[in-house]
């Protein structure tokens, strides 16, 4: 038994050690969300989903923001419409990222009709479906929900609770992304993407899509995936969602200026999103009322950028993007 | 509880040191942590679930008793109806209940008539399948006085619950299992290091394999209509391997950690993969079970149409199919996969003769390989009803691989590098396999050098660490 005891403890050691040194490791490219999981506490955010995480990107504002005297440093801490639309889960993280004594942040919120409405199993039970059964919300179950500590480097909590992998994927994940660059860079490849999760929280999706064409193709391929799948069909409206964005609105104006933003986004998607929920552009009006907070409408904007699916900006929209809300948000402050 | 997660990793340690060192001194003792350590093991799902295992295992000895006290035959007989009653109505109840209802609404409305029932709102609770036939067996055995039904319930609880086999099998067998609860266990090093090899290997099958299997055959089967003939043709084969690696995995890891603890158990596959025609394939595939329908049911019936001549094994061998079809789940897509196992079974019952006479005319190892070949990929093939969510789905996806499309390229299926992962552990797992096929299970290596057999473990570790996958799946097995 000692033998036993001795050897296996020897090897439990040795693969907690392994572990140990696994997680320091970790950065944004383990993962879309363990970068801004690892990050301390922040002054001022980007919030919302998929939209928001990959198309706002901090560094770029803070340039802006810069260049106009300002010191803001903003932190991209949206996720994905399955992870973070607006509710208690998502609530409860954003309250566990802000610090506790900022006064002066900004926090802009990305709002489309998506992230106030809650998902069906399939369009043929939207009738019967309870949008406001908050036992059955999505996050509760994935990785924001599971948590408990939202800072720290490496966050072993996020590892431990919603990290699906051997730690050792960390590593294979640096080297992947390592080849993916390589591959990209000599051409080598067609097709695919790969993530990079940046300091600042910004997640990039690099493609080795190159050619305007390709990434048309792509992106109507895309498009007709999710009109497919019927997706907007699959969505309903959740007072309680609803709800939860004036609760997170008015939790944020305690510690700074709160803006909402209504991303621009392929005309196929504005159209399901109006079929989806028609009267959406009248409750962010209603809320910016409400609590006194700027609301900027992009939808019209939409043939200005480029989108890899129809949802999400390429890199290139998302820096014109970033400095077009940055603009606006100076704007709005000089008046 | 899982056995890939947090929670197990700390439970198994916990209840392994509190058996050797805590309650080692008393048999009795050791049968009550076992009992305590296989409810919270259950319970950790849903603490609901406990009752009715409580319920099933009180009923089953009571019961048991009964028959073992009774000599006269109806009276015996009459006890074990009502065994299988509770058992078979519980498993009704929770399990085929809903099934049959829809199935009846359906018949009714077809021929005109509209009829109302409900439904029942239930949870499949994980494993019924399992220990409700471990426990049935048990009856069955007393009443046939193969056994002496135990007056010692702690040995019986903890024969119905034993937490490693519990949710997914190997289903036991009391003439097997309940003597190893009676004995005082002495600790061997030998014995639970082979225990640990077992798991190790049971968890690379599950983490690695299976689980990362199960990212792309989801993709495949929940999206079949947007992929071309040689993909679904490949998501059918990986999801073989898929199937093999998750229940063998877990199998392994039952065997394995009953051995920590001093238990044999038996075997419930062997490497099925390399079996030379179907009948011989289900003497190696999910063996607990198809021992036991053949000798619960296939050989009773068999027994009792016996004048029939050749037509009562046929029939034994449909009937005991298509109820190892059904056993699976309250689905049409499991009554055809067992239907399809007992016709290719009963027709190479039918051709023995002519097959012997080809094989002596062959080469024997051309005819080996063909009747490898040729067994998998019909297993392979029939394995798209067990996966399809429906029987219309099933045909589709059929007709989606015979198509032009066949003869393409399969996709390139996101996330490109892990695809291309699973497909070398695939072709590097199928050679282990039958490099080890002679042996009890892959990693019996004690023979080797330290060195070596060490190498090996870390080489096992450290493919773990780097490409399982964890919260994705459970066990597929713990839903039947």
Known sequence: ?335 | MLFNSLAFAFFLPTVFLLYWFAVNKSVRNQNLLLILASYFFYGWWDWRFLVLIFFSSISDYLISIQIGKNEAQKKRYRLLALSVLINLGTLFVFKYYNFFVDNFIRLFDSIGYHLDAGSLNVILPVGISFYTFQSMSYTIDVYRKDIQPTKDLPVFLAYISFFPQLVAGPIERASHLIPQFIKKREFSYDYAVDGLRRVLWGFFKKVVIADNCAVFVNKIFESYPDYAGSTLVLGMFIFAFQLYCDFSGYSDIAIGTAKIFGFDIRENFRFPYFSENVTDFWRRWHISLSSWLRDYLYTPIAIRTRDWGTKSILFATMVSFVLIGFWHGANWTFVVFGFLQGFIISYELLTRNQRKKIKKKMNKNLYKWIGIISTFIFFVASLVFFRSESLSDAMAYFSGIFSKSLFTIPSIISPMFRMMYVLIFILVFIIIEWRRKDKEHVLQIENLSAIKRWFIYSTIICLIIVFARFNANDFIYFQF
């Open chain 1, 1 to 335: 038994m000692k033998k036993f005891l001795l050897k296996s403890g020897v090897l439990v050691f040795i693969i907690l050690m392994l572990h140990f040194l696994l997680a320091q490791l970790a950065d944004g490219s383990t993962d879309p969300y363990f970068e801004k999981l690892s990050s301390n506490r922040q002054e001022s955010l980007i919030l919302g989903g998929s939209r928001a995480s990959e198309g706002l990107i901090p560094s770029v504002m803070d340039s802006v923001f810069t260049a106009n005297g300002s010191t803001t440093k903003l932190f991209n801490f949206a996720f994905t419409n399955s992870d973070s639309p607006y509710g208690a889960v998502y609530l409860n993280a954003i309250k566990n990222k802000i610090k506790s004594r900022s006064g002066n942040g900004i926090f802009i919120l990305s709002v489309h009709p998506w992230n106030i409405s809650s998902l069906a199993k399939d369009s043929s039970e939207l009738d019967s479906f309870d949008p406001n059964d908050e036992s059955k919300f999505r996050e509760n179950k994935l990785a924001l929900g599971k948590m408990h500590f939202f800072n720290g480097s490496p966050n072993y909590d996020y590892l431990l609770s919603s990290y699906d992998y051997g730690w050792g994927n960390i590593l294979l994940k640096k080297l992947e992304n390592g080849m993916f660059e390589y591959l990209a860079k000599s051409s080598k490849l067609k097709g695919g993407a790969w993530a990079y999760v940046h300091e600042d929280g910004w997640l990039e999706v690099k493609s080795m899509l190159s050619d305007s064409t390709e990434i048309a193709e792509s992106m109507m391929k895309k498009i007709e995936a999710y009109k497919k799948r019927e997706i907007n069909h699959c969505y309903k409206y959740s007072s309680l969602r609803y709800d939860y964005l004036k609760k997170t609105i008015r939790k944020l104006k305690e510690h700074g200026k709160v803006y909402l933003v209504r991303f621009p986004v392929h005309e196929e998607i504005i159209s399901f999103e109006k079929e989806m929920m028609p009267e959406f552009d009248q409750l962010m009006e209603e809320l910016s009322v409400e609590f006194d907070v700027d609301y900027f409408n992009f939808v019209s904007d939409s043939k200005k950028y480029n989108y890899s699916d129809g949802n999400h900006f390429i890199k290139s929209s998302a820096v014109k993007f970033s400095i077009e809300v940055a603009n606006r948000i100076i704007d709005n402050n000089e008046r």
